[in-house]
């Protein structure tokens, strides 16, 4: 059974930090991504990781301040947020795919986790 967890949501300041994680079973996927959604609007994708590990993509809103990382001995990803803003206000999910190409487009993921929320005040 494919599964991906997310983990790590929670509250914070801003300007804080949180750090997220995503752990993947049931399959080793290529590449992962990090989307964001807040009620009412478009789920969005904020940060690409490929296979190695060595090629990362970011969303122009948290180029900078996000950063994306993998374990791929533990089939984990992580997102490390600093520098929070209210408008990092979201449930954040992990997505992931086979095909090991950059992508933050929602309709090229076809594996999801249940989401964890950020709240920053």
């Known amino acids: 059974q494919v599964q991906l967890v997310e983990s790590g949501g929670g509250s914070a300041l801003a300007g804080g930090s949180v750090r997220l994680s995503c752990a993947a079973s049931?399959?080793?996927?290529?590449?992962y991504s990090w989307f964001r959604q807040v009620p009412g609007k478009e789920r969005e994708g904020v940060a690409f990781?490929?296979?190695?590990?060595?090629?990362?993509y970011y969303a122009d809103s948290v180029k900078g301040r996000f950063t994306i990382s993998r374990d791929n001995v533990n089939d984990t990803v992580y997102l490390q947020m600093n520098n929070l803003k209210p408008e990092d206000t979201a449930m954040y999910y992990c997505?992931?795919?086979?095909?090991?190409?950059?992508?933050?487009?929602?309709?090229?993921?076809?594996?999801w986790g249940q989401g964890t929320q950020v709240t920053v005040s």
């Open positions: 049931g399959y080793t996927f290529n590449t």
């Open positions: 997505a992931a795919r086979t095909v090991d190409r950059v992508s933050l487009q929602r309709s090229n993921y076809n594996y």
């Open positions: 990781i490929g296979t190695g590990g060595d090629r990362t």
